[in-house]
């Protein structure tokens, strides 16, 4: 979280109760303005830009629900909490739909305050992460939606094709795939089109906590549940409520945890630790694993029933050494990405580095593409990457995996790949003179600019 001094405005018509809140606040380290009437604090929203509004809502002139009506437009980073001695549940639904982060009863506690600042401030933050990752959505020309997610590949296509289908429903979705294909990314892509994609999207590394401590994570605690807990804290689930929580590594979970998430996904309620009742909730679950979850079934390490509640949608990610043609694309797309983090003007990797790209077997998948063109743009000097500064091992890894490639039998397929090699291997010969590369390939040069372009051979 900031650790900049959080700015608040404390509009009510009794002078004592904005003399002691503004003294409480301060004291918690606070930024604090106060107005007396509505129409004070009106003009005080209008020329200065608060994290949170503490504002009455009986007041003279403008009550409360009209000052909200009237701020609409320009509370979407603010939290506005609202305070009445006369509040009904009507009141604060009202509150609530208009924009209202929460609605606190008169008489109340210091520390009540403190609280709800704080889960605001918890919320705020998690929204201003979306925010910025919508940002990072536009900066890179839209390129999470599904139609062009940096891949061209007809697996990948087919996945697209299926996440576009599915987005807008409440289906729970199992990613699977090696470590590093971006199931992480494909979470995202699914809330970015989704109709929740408005509430948040809160991701949680299941083998990255410790067991004792995922549990409260997840799903919350009441005071006094254990020793250290000397407040109520929501759990993620609570938090993601009418949103989507990202389970990574799902596989991980302890079987302990896989009994209380099943109960979430068959009844959509939560009990937080030392609760007596259950809470309702509405959230969609995205679960991604590197594992076979069916192994770890037949082997004891996971419930079967959690499985198949998971299983609703699956989405198995392929490896990148069965979509090489996305190389070029993924190429470009990080050299896009450094060139502004490095303030370079490096272009593209050569037709020989692609060759040294298109031969290795990629145990790391998309992750160490990215690592290897990060560290090839600092080591160059040139504006194209070369085999020099693309280090790699040899091909002969991905030499034995194209024996397995070709086992099928489409004639089509093993001559698209062995067209991609060769006119790689003329370019790469020929230092990158399309003319004599023709020439080579007893092809017109026409024809090898179409296929260049069909193979995305830059």
């Known amino acids: 979280m900031s650790t900049k001094a959080k700015t608040i405005l404390v509009i009510d018509d009794e002078k004592n109760m904005c003399h002691m809140l503004q003294k409480i606040l301060q004291n918690s380290g606070y930024n604090v303005d106060t107005s007396f009437d509505s129409a004070e604090g009106l003009i005080k929203i209008n020329d200065f830009k ?64 403190l609280i709800v600042l704080e889960k605001a401030l918890e919320k705020m933050e998690l929204k201003k992460e979306n925010t910025q990752l919508k940002k990072q959505i536009n900066d890179i020309e839209n390129r999470y939606k599904f139609k062009n997610i940096v891949a061209k590949s007809k697996e990948m296509q087919s996945i697209f094709k299926l996440l576009n289908k599915i987005s807008d ?30 509430q948040l999207l809160i991701p949680v590394n299941c083998g990255g906590i410790p067991e004792n401590l995922l549990e409260s994570e997840l799903f919350g605690y009441k005071k006094g549940a254990f020793t250290g807990a000397d407040k109520d804290k929501r759990g993620l689930f609570e938090e993601a409520d009418k949103g989507i929580l990202f389970l990574d590594e799902i596989g991980e979970m302890p079987l302990t945890l896989q009994v209380k998430l099943l109960r979430v996904l068959q009844e959509n309620e939560i009990r937080p630790l030392g609760a007596s009742k259950t809470k309702k909730i509405d959230v969609r679950i995205i679960a991604a694993t590197s594992k076979d979850l069916q192994e770890e079934v037949n082997k004891g390490r996971f419930r079967e029933d959690l499985f198949y509640r998971l299983n609703v949608m699956p989405v198995k990610l392929p490896a990148l050494k069965n979509r090489t043609e996305d190389i070029p694309l993924l190429c470009e797309f990080f050299i ?28 790391g998948n998309i992750r160490e593409l990215e690592n290897i063109i990060e560290r090839a743009m600092i080591l160059t000097e040139e504006r194209v990457l070369e085999p020099d500064v693309l280090n790699i091992e040899s091909g002969s890894k991905r030499e034995e995996t194209r024996k397995a490639d070709y086992s099928g039998f489409s004639l ?28 080579l390939l007893e092809i017109s040069h026409p024809s090898l600019l179409t296929k260049m372009k069909q193979y995305n051979i830059l």
């Not at 289906?171 to 994609?197: H, M, P």
């Not at 983090?341 to 490096?346: I, Y």
């Open 169 to 198: 429903y409440n289906t729970t979705v199992l990613i699977t795939g090696e470590s590093g294909t971006g199931k992480e990314l494909i979470a995202k892509a699914i809330y970015f089109n989704s109709n929740r994609n408005e």
């Open 50 to 113: 608060y994290d949170f509004i503490l504002c009455d809502l009986k007041m003279p002139g403008i009550d409360g629900i009209g000052v909200l009506k009237k701020i609409q437009n320009k509370i979407k980073e603010t939290a506005v909490i609202m305070m009445s001695a006369y509040g009904t549940i009507d009141t604060a639904i009202e509150a609530i739909k208009l924009g209202a982060f929460d609605f606190i009863s008169k008489p109340f506690k210091p520390d009540e305050v």
């Open 412 to 439: 089509k397929e093993a001559k698209i790949g062995l067209e991609k090699r060769m006119i790689t291997r003329a370019l790469e010969k020929t230092n990158g003179n399309r003319t004599q590369s023709s020439k």
């Open 336 to 363: 896009n990405r450094y060139n502004k983090k490095f303030n370079k003007d490096v272009q593209k990797v050569s037709s020989s580095g692609l060759t040294k790209l298109f031969d290795y077997n990629w145990p």
